[in-house]
């Protein structure tokens, strides 16, 4: 497994030969959650990185289970000397923290209200070369499976002509994701799969080319699930597997229905936030 050390923070070449000079705020992150993952000890084990293209347009679909998904998924880009521009909610760009470095790094703005907006950005940057991530489930799935998948990555690779390459990432939930206090722990071994690219076929509709996605990503997160190195260390550690691994998480159907309580505003008040859950306050509204 690949643990981030200091020589690959101040690596020269770490993002290709010439790299755009308006990347510089993105380069300078990824130097940060570098120093970050090399402080906390995070064992990576990050495979199907030569699925992403080295030039063109993409999309990276991935699962979503943590709240810090996309700086692991970045990972899977930078040996392809890729920066995956992320869709997030408009509200991280409004923030008077986050927003200027959101937009430094040209991510996309998504405001659910008016999604088009979105969309259009979204496929201009793929029309225009870039790797786009998604995170289809639009929201962090509690039962740690994946749940149905909104349609617009699908809709955006026909319409842009670029291929999806689907995506797992496991084990950061255990450090930060819903429902749990964070644990700044160390030594967390982090899995991030990416898969051969699906390309939309001559005449494909949505809705198949959804399910081929969904269907990849399913498998490569049963595969990192599988492979993963370390198991609860007792009952009170399962809440991270999900039921069907023996896991205490909820199953899909009482997640679904747990969600559907939560955006009703039926569910259990939040409890009193810790200092790391302040901090990371913004990272919980994606």
């Known amino acids: 497994m690949y643990t981030a050390s200091w020589r690959d923070v101040v690596r020269r070449d770490l993002f290709g030969a010439s790299p755009s000079r308006r990347d510089r705020p993105y380069r300078f992150v990824v130097r940060l959650c570098l120093v970050v993952f090399h402080l906390f000890r995070f064992r990576f084990d990050v495979r199907g990185s030569q699925h992403v293209p080295v030039s063109g347009g993409a999309i990276i679909c991935s699962n979503h289970v943590s709240f810090f998904d996309f700086t692991f998924l970045g990972l899977g880009a930078i040996s392809q000397h890729r920066l995956v521009r992320f869709m997030a909610k408009s509200a991280v760009f409004d923030h008077w923290f986050a927003g200027p470095f959101m937009r430094a790094m040209r991510h996309i703005p998504v405001d659910r209200k008016a999604g088009a907006a979105a969309f259009d950005a979204a496929v201009r940057a793929l029309k225009d070369g870039e790797v786009v991530g998604v995170f289809p489930e639009a929201t962090i799935s509690r039962s740690f499976t994946v749940k149905d998948l909104k349609a617009g990555a699908a809709r955006m690779a026909i319409d842009a002509g670029v291929p999806i390459i689907p995506a797992a990432v496991?084990?950061?939930h255990r450090v930060a994701t819903k429902g749990h206090k964070v644990e700044l722990r160390r030594g967390v071994p982090v899995m991030v799969f990416l898969g051969a690219p699906i390309v939309p076929e001559p005449g494909e509709k949505v809705q198949p080319l959804l399910r081929r996605t969904r269907a990849a990503m399913?498998?490569?997160?049963?595969?990192?699930?599988?492979?993963?190195?370390?198991?609860?260390?007792?009952?009170?550690?399962s809440w991270w597997l999900p039921a069907r691994l023996g896991g205490t998480a909820p199953t899909p159907e009482e997640a679904a229905v747990a969600d559907s309580a939560r955006a009703a505003g039926h569910g259990p008040k939040a409890p009193k936030k810790t200092l790391p859950e302040r901090v990371t306050g913004l990272l919980r509204r994606r």
């Open 170 to 172: 496991w084990g950061g």
């Open 218 to 237: 399913e498998a490569l997160l049963e595969e990192a699930q599988r492979d993963y190195p370390d198991r609860p260390a007792g009952p009170e550690e």
